[in-house]
């Protein structure tokens, strides 16, 4: 769609709370190729999180997100925190452990997305879907997504979910729910 999907998301979630209005409702969006106007459309139609996922670390960000930029990413969520100030939107990301990233990028990675203003983090082990996908290097064991969580809630973040079965969606309302509290 020339608008990157923004019109469905936006359509979805106005009619979510007409029908509903106590209903919560979180987003998963891609980075509409870095343009604004998209994310003003999905942000306009006010939605209680916006979550784009940014994956992994710079270094192997290009082999496993081809087409996407890890800055165009950060910005997006920046954006998506500071469109309303009177009411600011949550934004949440997810990462993907067991590409070949170092646990100090991933922490790196961490303190970006919280100058970005993301306040939720998920974390999981990386499962690969087809044999054209990236490999999987690594099987983290989940006392590093433990220790990973403890250094995410340190470094600031509202609420981070990580085990090796998390995924962006896992345990979204108690999650969305830690922010508001």
Do not use: W
């Amino acid at each position: 769609l020339p608008d990157g999907g923004a019109g469905q998301f936006a359509a979805t979630i106005l009619a979510i709370k007409r029908e509903n209005p106590n209903t919560t409702v979180e987003v998963l969006i891609p980075d509409f190729k870095g343009e604004d106007t998209p994310l003003q459309q999905v942000i306009s139609a006010a939605p209680d999180v916006i979550n784009h996922n940014l994956e992994t670390v710079p270094r192997i960000y290009s082999s496993v997100r081809p087409g996407a930029a890890y800055k165009q990413s950060l910005r997006l969520l920046k954006n998506a925190s500071l469109a309303c100030p009177e009411q600011p939107i949550t934004t949440k990301s997810g990462l993907m452990r067991g590409l070949g990233e170092t646990q100090d990028e991933v922490v790196m990675v961490m303190k970006d997305l919280l100058q970005a203003g993301c306040q939720i983090l998920t974390m999981g082990q990386y499962l690969r879907p087809s044999p054209q996908h990236h490999p999987i290097i690594e099987y983290v064991h989940p006392d590093v997504f433990d220790q990973l969580a403890e250094i995410g809630r340190e470094l600031g973040f509202k609420n981070v979910v990580a085990g090796p079965l998390v995924r962006s969606s896992y345990h979204a309302g108690e999650s969305f729910a830690a922010t508001t509290a």
